[in-house]
């Protein structure tokens, strides 16, 4: 299976901006629109927060945005509040894969 | 309220079976893909089985090809996994999710049921 690689870590200060990449290959990330987010506080399941790249479920937070630009999906979240503080995970459609999820990111609130 | 519940978790030997049950609430199942996502302890999430709206079609990821089976039961609005021939590291919760929907996303997930692979 094709992998995606998000850093293992990021932070930012109440109130800051942050982005998250997920980095993938031609047949995955690059190839196709289907890239989603989710969100995962410890001890709970993976909560959906980005799809087709740039799209917000409803209920989400119009401070979480997506975008992509050739094999790299981004992940960024404005405004920083101390409840965004979790693990982080893209997730890409491939062709060889077919569904595979970045390693994840922890993302700490100063 | 839409909402997915697994069960059938548990502690295995390796080289042994178990089967999950996940049975759906809240919405028309008969609408849906369904997916299987595990995540082993500390570890990130990793995408394992899904199954199309009818059962015709199914995908698994390279690892449990062979051992695993997905299955669902519309007229029960349940979904299944039969895991064999297990390994330690099966080891992990397995949670059960809606999709692919959503251009390929997972929107609704259950909590998760624990599987453990030791002798």
């Known amino acids: 299976q094709s992998a995606l690689t998000q850093p293992a870590s990021v932070s930012g200060s109440l109130g800051q901006s942050i982005t998250i990449s997920c980095t993938g290959s031609?047949?995955?990330?690059?190839?196709?629109?289907?890239v989603s987010w989710y969100q995962q506080h410890p001890g709970r399941a993976p909560k959906l927060i980005i799809y087709?790249?740039?799209n917000r479920p409803s209920g989400v937070s119009d401070r979480f945005s997506g975008s992509k630009s050739g094999n790299t999906a981004s992940l960024t979240i404005s405004g920083l509040q101390a409840e965004d503080e979790a693990q982080y995970y893209c997730n890409s459609y491939t062709s060889s894969g077919p569904w595979v999820f970045g390693g994840g990111t922890k993302l700490t609130v100063l | 309220e839409v909402q997915l519940v697994e069960s059938g978790g548990g502690l295995v030997q390796p080289g042994g079976s178990l089967r999950l049950s996940c049975v759906a609430y809240g919405y028309t199942f008969t609408d849906y893909w369904m997916s299987w996502v595990r995540q082993a302890p500390g570890k990130g999430l990793e995408w394992v089985a899904n199954?199309?709206?009818?059962?015709?079609?199914?995908h698994f990821v390279d690892s449990v090809k062979g051992r695993f089976t997905i299955s669902r039961d519309n007229a029960k609005n349940s979904l299944f996994l039969q895991m064999g021939t297990l390994r330690p590291e099966d080891t992990a919760i397995y949670f059960c999710a809606r999709g692919p929907h959503l251009g390929d996303a997972f929107d609704i997930w259950g909590q998760g049921t624990l599987v453990t692979v030791a002798s």
């Open positions: 031609y047949s995955g990330v690059g190839g196709y629109d289907f």
């Open positions: 199954i199309k709206q009818d059962g015709s079609e199914k």
């Open positions: 087709r790249i740039s």
